[in-house]
T-cell receptor, first 116, second 115 residues
């Protein structure tokens, strides 16, 4: 069965520290998609990245980077030089091709608090 | 850039009342979804809708819930007789048809409070 685990419920860091948010997923499909979303206090879901199962290349976008490892079923997210504006809840999500509907299965989220 | 819109942004209702949450998906999208997020919890899939019918629904989506695409632009979620536990943020999402287009675009959400 499909499942996404974000074991870190809450992380607090001091501004300018690097922080990594973990995401481990379970799926039987060979074709699937992984996502990260940011949910600021205002509540909306902000899309950060999409990665398909055939693309294990790591990605960097400014201070954000993602490490996708199929061998460990992980898709971790690192913020370098964190800022107070990074404070939010971050969700990892999985979408399987085999479902037909491509619904998202979300993890429970990690609340990141960046302290000034 | 096109976006998914939802109305109202907030709704307060009395237990037992019917509510209709409205969504306007991106105009050329063909798959539509509703998700729910109880305060402090994860986002949960409720239902997907394609070609004017439900393609999948979760266990949460019981007989109290229904969805409709009454015209070419709106996509609605109706809760027939609200319960306290229906209090949550409801997100609408849409996506293009096609295997490569897997990203769902989420609306800003409707925060529903049932008293």
């Amino acid at each position: 069965a499909q499942k996404v685990t974000q074991a870190q419920t809450e992380i607090s860091v001091v501004e300018k520290e690097d922080v990594t948010l973990d995401c481990v997923y379970e799926t039987r499909d060979t074709t699937y998609y992984l996502f990260w979303y940011k949910q600021p206090p205002s509540g909306e879901l902000v899309f950060l990245i999409r990665r398909n199962s055939f693309d294990e290349q790591n990605e960097i976008s400014g201070r954000y980077s993602w490490n996708f490892q199929k061998s460990t079923s992980s898709f971790n997210f690192t913020i370098t030089a964190s800022q107070v504006v990074d404070s939010a809840v971050y969700f990892c999500a999985l979408s399987e091709l085999g479902t037909g509907t491509y619904k998202y299965i979300f993890g429970t989220g990690t609340r990141l608090k960046v302290l000034a | 850039e096109p976006e998914v819109t939802q109305t109202p942004s907030h709704q307060v209702t009395q237990m037992g009342q019917e509510v209709i949450l409205r969504c306007v998906p991106i105009s050329n999208h063909l798959y539509f979804y509703w998700y729910r997020q109880i305060l402090g919890q994860k986002v949960e899939f409720l239902v997907s809708f394609y070609n004017n019918e439900i393609s999948e629904k979760s266990e949460i989506f019981d007989d109290q819930f229904s969805v409709e695409r009454p015209d070419g632009s709106n996509f609605t979620l109706k809760i027939r007789s609200t319960k306290l536990e229906d209090s949550a943020m409801y997100f609408c999402a849409s996506r293009l048809e096609g295997l490569a287009e897997e990203t769902q675009y989420f609306g800003p959400g409707t925060r529903l409070l049932v008293l």
